[in-house]
């Protein structure tokens, strides 16, 4: 049953790059429909379907906007490999990094009245910040009011090191207070990894989940799934991962490596539930 708001008004959102769904995990949950979803990653694709019900379009490149149907929200965890520190830093110079300029043909075509981008906390200081004020500067051109903040899982209850940029436009819609729209203060809560996984880790938070480096020694620096417990080496499992992830009922499905890019390329739940709960708090969802 999708929850209504302001005016009686199903709050309606596009999920592109939508890998294993967190918005659409957290949104459905806060009553929000998706109307559209896209990625090119087969493993995604079936795992979105299973979970959400939902058929995901194809490569971004090939939807047309004017195609997609009226919707309030854009949401985009766009490639982050461009711009992350563990890879060539190449940003838009890299075939992926050219992603921002699909977003925005949807931008410039639907204008929605919100836009919610999400990557490494990198980008703000790629080629010396020229990246991100290109992306800024674009969303500004389309008349949108952009806010951004870098949000840590270990800050909001999930004891983890990953930090994550997200970026939301206005444009259109009536916000309560824009500069209160990252106080998070009230959503803030303190969790140790024995405590939620249930076991004696030696540390505190775990390492950020990623792709590569897994079964590295564990005192190797790419190491971020070994860890002692009770003095022994324990390698974190698919449904800690998950846990960690925020995704406490999902079932996940595939090849194990699948599984572990799928988590390691995700959004954690915990960040975009918490944008969602703002969105209602701060924004009056008019026609």
Known sequence: MMVEYANKKTIRYIDLFCGMGSFHYSFRKLGFECIMASDIYQPAKENYKLNFGMETLDN?????????????IL????????????????????ERG???SQVMKFVKINSPKIIILENVQALLNHDKGKTFETIINELENEKYNVIYKILKCSDYGIPQMRKRLFIIGFKNIDVIDIEKFFDLRNYEKKETL????NKNFAKDVAYTLRCGGKNSSINDR????GYLVDEKEYRLTISDGLKLQGFNDYNLIGKTTDKWKLLGNTIPTIFTEIIGKQLIKHCLFTS
Do not use: R
Not at 60 to 72: A, S, V
């Open 60 to 72: 971004i490149c090939d939807i047309d906007p004017n195609n997609i149907e009226y919707y309030d």
């Open 75 to 94: 949401c985009g965890g766009f490639p982050c490999q461009p711009f992350s520190q563990a890879g060539k830093h190449k940003g838009f110079d890299d």
């Open 98 to 100: 050219t992603m921002f």
């Open 194 to 197: 024995s405590s939620y996984l």
């Open 222 to 225: 790419h190491n971020w799934d």
